[in-house]
């Protein structure tokens, strides 16, 4: 009698600890899920650049790629900016990013170099002119939203987007070569451009923005 007691104690508490365990587990399962929730995402394509035997050259629109001035002016301003070309006497409009709205989603620009070459009467064979073709975005972080990391990624138009992770001093290097992110947060402000400066590739450019918890 007293063995089946002391028996029936154990099978209760093997029990009770299992369910505990399982609790423990579903908690840190669900803990993990709720910091992966994904805050905002998009995909865009960025055609050729120039190739400058180097790393990061400049945007061909002036300014692209000065995140931290865009965002800002978003934070303080909350109005359209635009961005002319890097020669000054150039007589070609500036293209055009709106400022962006809760709920509408990000606002988005792309120019290329194959687009601003006819425009501006460069030569592209020339060494001293190498731009990269940009992508900015600027996204409208929900109120209250606390630390970010953002996903940043690149690859050529038919295949799988790689890593964009290897630091440097003013950007994030891409593994598929010739490109780079480089980003800001400026208040409820994200703002991101892509570059891609590979003389006849197309990249496909993708960002994911998650808590940083």
Same mark, same amino acid.
């Given at each position: 009698?007293?063995?089946?007691?002391?028996?029936?104690?154990?099978?209760?508490?093997?029990?009770?600890?299992?369910?505990?365990?399982?609790?423990?587990?579903?908690?840190?399962?669900?803990?993990?899920?709720?910091?992966?929730?994904?805050?905002?995402?998009?995909?865009?394509?960025?055609?050729?650049?120039?190739?400058?035997?180097?790393?990061?050259?400049?945007?061909?629109?002036?300014?692209?790629?000065?995140?931290?001035?865009?965002?800002?002016?978003?934070?303080?301003?909350?109005?359209?900016?635009?961005?002319?070309?890097?020669?000054?006497?150039? *007589? @070609?409009? $500036?293209?055009?990013?709106? =400022?962006?709205?809760?709920?509408?989603?990000?606002? /988005?620009?792309?120019? !290329?170099? #194959?687009?601003?070459?006819?425009?501006?009467?460069?030569? *592209? @064979?020339? $060494?001293?002119?190498?731009? =990269?073709?940009?992508?900015?975005?600027?996204?409208? /972080?929900?109120?209250? !939203?606390? #630390?970010?990391?953002?996903?940043?990624?690149?690859?050529?138009?038919?295949?799988?987007?790689?890593?964009? =992770?290897?630091?440097?001093?003013?950007?994030?290097?891409?593994?598929?070569?010739?490109?780079?992110?480089?980003?800001?947060?400026?208040?409820?402000?994200?703002?991101?451009?892509?570059?891609?400066?590979?003389?006849?590739?197309?990249?496909?450019?993708?960002?994911?923005?998650?808590?940083?918890?």
């Amino acid at each position: 009698m007293l063995i089946r007691f002391f028996r029936t104690v154990c099978l209760v508490l093997l029990f009770a600890s299992s369910q505990n365990g399982c609790r423990t587990k579903e908690t840190s399962t669900a803990n993990r899920a709720t910091d992966q929730v994904l805050i905002a995402s998009k995909q865009y394509v960025v055609g050729p650049g120039e190739y400058a035997g180097g790393d990061d050259p400049p945007c061909i629109r002036r300014g692209m790629e000065d995140v931290a001035a865009i965002a800002k002016n978003f934070a303080t301003q909350h109005r359209t900016q635009s961005f002319g070309f890097v020669r000054k006497d150039t *007589p @070609a409009p $500036p293209v055009v990013l709106s =400022a962006p709205h809760d709920g509408v989603g990000p606002s /988005l620009i792309v120019d !290329t170099v #194959q687009n601003a070459v006819p425009k501006t009467a460069r030569n *592209p @064979a020339d $060494p001293a002119t190498k731009y =990269a073709s940009c992508g900015t975005i600027v996204f409208v /972080l929900p109120n209250k !939203t606390g #630390q970010v990391r953002a996903v940043l990624a690149a690859g050529n138009e038919t295949e799988v987007p790689l890593p964009c =992770a290897s630091a440097q001093a003013q950007y994030m290097k891409c593994d598929v070569g010739s490109a780079a992110w480089t980003s800001f947060r400026e208040d409820t402000y994200f703002v991101a451009t892509f570059k891609n400066w590979s003389a006849n590739v197309s990249r496909t450019a993708k960002i994911d923005l998650y808590p940083a918890n």
